[in-house]
């Protein structure tokens, strides 16, 4: 069967999704945990965590949103269902990363065959020595991108993605917090909901983030410290003031409802958290659009 012509854009983190991509956990999923390098935290119970990627993408679909499936299953790439990290996609196309966790670098090459596939457009890639994660990345608003720099996006990632975004785009640094073995992305201190709201993590934002978003009039919805691992930041807007969670986050889901928003909770434990991956890991937004 030939795969129908994709369209593809985004520029928004919370504008309305209408396409997504995933990559349902199989084998190498499951054998996470014998790798240190894949940094699980035990055992994979692929069962669970093929149950809860289920979920997700029911949710998803029930939500109005139409869901891709990777449907590639490398022999030794446990982390490819956490698609956001290996591409981006931009206004006009998407862009290949370069990821700076080693065992991914394969990853990229794979998505990008699967967008040539479809038609899409590869506006640009980023070429080494640069090394940039999706998790760096997000959307304050449809002209102002932001990027961090990390453990695993270095500056020459960062400026190679800054030239190719074309936008408002401004680079901060991500605390280094506990090092490699609990590695911070930037997602994992703000995720928006709306223009003016978004869940974030206040003890490791950026001061220079903190200015922009007073300066934009974003209501800060804060995540505690004991909620932080177990991804009460880790939020995807499916639209404006509508989202979905991991459960389990008692004190970010209170903030959520006091502000009005619409709050999907789905299990994440298995295929979230013990790979340190939330719902916008798992996802990558192919079309945002009104």
């Known amino acids: 069967m030939i795969p129908t012509q994709l369209k593809v854009g985004v520029r928004s983190s919370t504008a309305p999704l209408r396409d997504v991509l995933v990559k349902r956990p199989g ?18 119970d692929l069962d669970a965590a093929q149950r809860e990627h289920d979920r997700l993408v029911e949710t998803l679909a029930d939500l109005g949103v139409r869901v891709h499936e990777l449907g590639v299953e490398p022999a030794d790439d446990a982390d490819l269902p956490y698609v956001f990290d290996p591409l981006m996609i931009g206004p006009d196309g998407a862009i290949p990363l370069r990821p700076g966790k080693p065992n991914r670098l394969g990853e990229p090459a794979i998505l990008e065959r699967w967008l040539i596939d479809r038609d899409v457009r590869v506006v640009g890639r980023i070429e080494a020595p640069g090394t940039i994660e999706g998790g760096d990345t997000v959307w304050l608003r449809d ?15 960062a400026r190679q993605l800054a030239r190719l975004m074309g936008s408002d ?101 298995e295929v979230g958290e013990n790979g340190n991956g939330g719902v916008t890991c798992l996802t990558r937004p192919l079309l945002r659009e009104a």
């Open 143 to 157: 002209d102002l991108f932001v990027i961090g720099r990390s453990l695993r996006t270095n500056d020459a990632g």
């Open 27 to 44: 084998p190498a999923f499951g054998r996470a945990f014998e790798d240190p390098a894949h940094g699980f935290l035990h055992p994979v």
């Open 169 to 269: 785009v401004r680079i901060v640094d991500v605390p280094y917090y506990k090092g490699p073995a609990e590695l911070v992305h930037l997602m994992s201190v703000i995720s928006p909901v709306a223009d003016d709201l978004a869940v974030v993590f206040m003890p490791l934002l950026p001061a220079g983030l903190h200015e922009w978003l007073m300066d934009l009039g974003v209501r800060l919805i804060p995540v505690p410290e004991e909620e932080e691992p177990t991804l009460g930041c880790n939020v995807l807007a499916v639209r404006p003031g509508v989202v979905i969670v991991a459960d389990g986050n008692p004190v970010a889901r209170r903030g959520l409802d006091a502000a009005g928003v619409e709050v999907h909770a789905i299990p994440l434990r």
